[in-house]
């Protein structure tokens, strides 16, 4: 089934252009407003690189990933499911279920926005409800996107190697930057 919804791009304009795009887009679908019983297993993977997997099988088609992951939701457990509005499935994420993969900066300081596309095609800005945060992990640190409910994309390290220098030519204290009128520290 083809897809009707367009799905904004980082490959706008500009990233004005981009957030007003994001407005009139409509969104996922409310995954957190349905609550059916557990009916099993997907027998689906998210590796921790990123990619998707069915009964083994690598999924190929970046359609059916866009798909199910809209209608990927984490749990109060921890736990990820994948959920319509008649039947919840488990599903396993080795890391995370998101890699931000892309990213376009404009503006300096306070006024920068910052632009991520996530390997399933869905991209968003950096702001309030989309924040930036570092969590210590045993390779390092691990900087983290909130897509959204509670789930999460790792920035890949290139990404979050410019946003260090940025941050550090910047010479905020603490360590951080700007995205959108909200500030995330590195810390």
Known sequence: ???????????????????????????????????????????????ADGRWYHQGGLIKRPAMVR???????????????????????????????????VMKHEGKGKKRRIGFELNTGEALIANADHPIRMVKGERGPSPRLLVRGRLEAEIERPLYYELAE???????????????????AFD
């Open 166 to 184: 940025i941050a550090i030519q910047e010479g905020a204290d603490p360590p951080g930057i700007w995205s959108d009128g909200t500030f995330f």
């Open 67 to 101: 798909l199910f992951s809209s209608v990927l939701r984490r749990e109060e457990d921890g736990g990820y499911v994948l959920v319509t509005p008649v039947e919840k499935l488990s599903i396993e994420v080795e890391h995370l279920p998101f890699r931000a993969v």
């Open 1 to 47: 089934m083809p897809e009707t919804k367009k799905q904004p791009r980082l490959d706008a304009p500009s990233l004005a252009a981009f957030a007003k795009e994001l407005e009139t887009g409509g969104g996922p679908p409310p995954v957190d407003q349905w609550n059916p019983d557990h009916c099993g297993d997907s027998e689906m993977r998210i590796a």
